[in-house]
């Protein structure tokens, strides 16, 4: 049925998302919390969804904020007066390189 199987990608687009945000926001609690209330809401205003573009239109969303959580948004951590660390996981993030993917040497 195709209800159905919208259901299960808009699921998995859901839980995609979930798992990204939990990297892109590791310890930051206020950013998990709203993060997670931003994209339970977004996904609720769209429950019934009738055109298939329409739909398809939607997960592509989700799937390029999924990228952007995962492989673009580094997190700062304030280590002093004006000072930040940053977490740079070089096995997600984008390099600078154009013809590198992430994680590539």
Do not use: C, W
Request: glycine share 6%.
């Amino acid at each position: 049925d195709r209800g159905d199987m919208a259901s299960r990608a808009a699921l998995g687009a859901f839980r995609r998302l979930m798992r990204a945000r939990e990297l892109a926001f590791k310890d930051d609690h206020e950013m998990l919390r709203e993060s997670r209330r931003a994209a339970r809401e977004e996904f609720q205003k769209y429950k019934v969804v009738e055109s298939e573009d329409f739909l398809k239109e939607l997960l592509l969303g989700a799937d390029e904020a999924t990228t952007m959580l995962k492989h673009q948004l580094v997190q700062a951590v304030r280590k002093g007066d004006g000072e930040y660390a940053m977490n740079i996981d070089p096995e997600r993030h984008v390099t600078m390189d154009p013809n590198k993917l992430p994680g590539e040497k």
